[in-house]
């Protein structure tokens, strides 16, 4: 079984900073794509940064809303994803959710999309 379990989310003055953090845990052979989302109440949710590792080099994709302000990254090593989130906007106030690309077994033969459960973000004005 795979897990992900995301932490970091809480309640912040406009203006601030929160770090996620998205651990991986389980039947885990390699990991490709991996992502942050988030949902605000009565909205779609939407795709927040997205990161892929190729080899020695990282490749990150931001949603334009939060170009500039967020920064994704990964630790391979641990399965772990973050994001660092600064000049935190009230309209960034959604549930954050991270998924990745894993591989289970080095038999498997595709990649499944796994989900954590979400973890909180308020962003007081």
């Known amino acids: 079984q795979v897990q992900l379990v995301e932490s970091g989310g809480g309640l912040v003055q406009a203006g601030g900073s929160l770090r996620l953090s998205c651990a991986a845990s389980g039947n885990i052979y390699s990991i490709n794509a991996m992502g942050w989302y988030r949902q605000a109440p009565g909205k779609q949710r939407e795709l927040v940064a997205a990161?892929?590792?190729?080899?020695?080099?990282?490749?990150?994709d931001y949603a334009d809303s939060v170009k500039g302000r967020f920064t994704i990254s990964r630790d391979n090593a641990k399965n772990t994803m973050y994001l660092q989130m600064n000049s935190l906007k009230p309209e960034d106030t959604a549930v954050y959710y991270c998924n990745a690309d894993i591989l289970p077994t080095r038999n498997s033969r595709s990649y499944y999309r796994y989900w954590g459960q979400g973890t909180q973000v308020t962003v007081s004005s």
């Open positions: 990161i892929t590792s190729g080899g020695m080099t990282d490749y990150a």
